[in-house]
C-alpha cells in the first residue's frame, strides 16, 4: 500500500467524511428534498407531469446509462486486448481498474437499492403513491412493502466515472480535476433528470456521490491503478 501524505487524507478522506455527516444529520432537516422537487410535481392532479417525458426517459434515463455501459465495455475491452498485445501491456493495470472501479461503483449502488425499504418520490403517499416516507435508518413499518428506490441507481452511471479522477491523480492532478468535475456534472445531471420525473430526491443522488466517491476511494488505496514505483537499490 502506497504511503499518502496527511494532504490526501485530509482532501480525500476528511472532507468526504463531512459532508457524509453532514448529508446524515443536517440535510434531513431542511427539507430541502421536498423544496428541490417540488416544482415538479402538480398538486391538483397528484403527479408528476414529467414522468414520461420523452426527452428525459428516453435521453437523459435511458440513454445514457446505454452510452455509459457502451464506454465501460469499451474499457473492458482495451484491458483484454491489453493483456494479448505487447505494446499495451504497460495500460493493462491502468485500463483494468478503470473497469473495476466503473463495475464496483454502480454494482454497490445496485445491491443497496436492492435491498432499500425506501420508496421513489413518485410511489410516496404525499405525491400521490401507496408508500409512507421513511427517515434513512428507519425500520419497515408492518405491512408496507420495500420501495427499493435509494441510493440513485441512475446517478450513479454518472458519478462512477470518477473512477478516472483517481486514474489520472498521479500522473496530471489538473487533468484529474477537470475529470473529477465532469463526472460529478453529468452524476448530478442525470439524477437531476430522475428527480424531474419524481423517481428520486436530491438526497438520493448526493449519497449516491458519496458512496461512489467511498468505494473509489478504497479501491485507490488498496489496490492502485499505477504500480509503486520502486525504491532505487530494490532488487525486486
Not at 167 to 191: I, N, W, Y
Not at 217 to 234: C, E, I, N, R
Request: glycine share 6%; with cysteine.
Amino acid at each position: 500500500m502506497t504511503q499518502r501524505p496527511r494532504s490526501f487524507w485530509v482532501i480525500h478522506l476528511i472532507v468526504p467524511a463531512l459532508i457524509g455527516l453532514a448529508l446524515l444529520y443536517i440535510y434531513p432537516a431542511t427539507n430541502l428534498d421536498r423544496l428541490l422537487i417540488a416544482p415538479y410535481f402538480d398538486p391538483v392532479s397528484r403527479v408528476f407531469p414529467l414522468k414520461r417525458d420523452p426527452f428525459l426517459e428516453h435521453f437523459m434515463h435511458q440513454g445514457l446509462k446505454n452510452l455509459i455501459t457502451l464506454f465501460s465495455l469499451f474499457i473492458l475491452a482495451l484491458a483484454i486486448r491489453s493483456s494479448f498485445y505487447r505494446p499495451w501491456r504497460i495500460y493493462k493495470r491502468k485500463l483494468t481498474w478503470s473497469f473495476i472501479g466503473l463495475l464496483c461503483s454502480t454494482a454497490i449502488i445496485s445491491i443497496m437499492k436492492h435491498y432499500s425499504i425506501h420508496g421513489c418520490p413518485w410511489s410516496l403517499l404525499e405525491y400521490g403513491g401507496d408508500l409512507p416516507y421513511l427517515e434513512l435508518f428507519s425500520a419497515l413499518p408492518e405491512g408496507v412493502k420495500a420501495g427499493h428506490c435509494f441510493p440513485g441507481g441512475h446517478a450513479s452511471a454518472g458519478f462512477a466515472l470518477m473512477t478516472f479522477y483517481f486514474v489520472f491523480l498521479d500522473k496530471s492532478r489538473f487533468f484529474a480535476q477537470l475529470v473529477l468535475a465532469g463526472a460529478f456534472t453529468l452524476g448530478m445531471l442525470m439524477g437531476w433528470s430522475q428527480m424531474a420525473r419524481g423517481a428520486h430526491f436530491m438526497s438520493h443522488n448526493l449519497w449516491t456521490a458519496w458512496i461512489v466517491w467511498m468505494v473509489l476511494l478504497t479501491l485507490y488505496v488498496v489496490w492502485p491503478p499505477h504500480a509503486p514505483q520502486k525504491k532505487p537499490g530494490s532488487n525486486d
